[in-house]
């Protein structure tokens, strides 16, 4: 019902500003300065473009993911060893552990934008960029026909967007 709808809302919101910390504070550790911005779809923090080495860039990307999920664990171990003083309650911290367990590791596949398609790029550098966005393609594609096997047509929609941006990147790249 709309207590529940609230809830998961609310769980997304916090998942996501949690993973955005994440990559904001491994910012701050390299002493650049930055923002957070929450979207309708996730979030982004942003800061100075081009001053990052391929290796912090990579961990401040990395960083984001690995908070959400430890996160999610740590919310989750409070789930099974807490009694829960309302159905409600019960119910936002599983979907919290679950929205930040799960978002974290499909954030993690290499398909650019994603966190894992940005680490990718950080590992190839930009002379590898037709690699990088290949690799974005047919991760998209497999997983795409995987929802669809599936039902979720959701996933579908997602990674075929996905894999069309990719397929716009590598012409743009050519």
């Not at 100075?48 to 171990?77: D, E, N």
């Not at 409070?78 to 159905?87: A, F, G, Q």
């Not at 960029?129 to 929609?157: P, Q």
Request: contains cysteine; glycine residues 10%; proline residues 4%.
């Amino acid at each position: 019902g709309l207590a529940q709808g609230c809830a998961f809302v609310l769980a997304g919101f916090v998942s996501i500003l949690i993973h955005e910390l994440g990559h904001a504070l491994t910012i701050r550790k390299f002493g650049l300065p930055t923002q957070i911005t929450l979207t309708t779809f996730g979030g982004y923090a942003t800061h100075p473009a081009g001053i990052l080495s391929r290796s912090k860039s990579f961990l401040v990307t990395a960083a984001g993911p690995a908070i959400q999920i430890i996160f999610g664990l740590l919310v989750w171990l409070i789930y099974i060893n807490t009694s829960m003083p309302s159905d409600h309650i019960e119910y936002f911290v599983f979907i919290l552990a679950a929205i930040s367990i799960i978002w974290a590791i499909f954030n993690c596949l290499p398909i650019f934008p994603l966190d894992g398609g940005q680490m990718l790029a950080s590992i190839l550098g930009p002379r590898r960029a037709k690699i990088l966005h290949m690799t974005g393609i047919i991760c998209a594609l497999i997983i795409g026909l995987i929802g669809l096997k599936f039902g979720y047509m959701l996933v579908l929609v997602f990674m075929g967007l996905f894999a069309w941006q990719n397929y716009q990147m590598l012409q743009q790249n050519r």
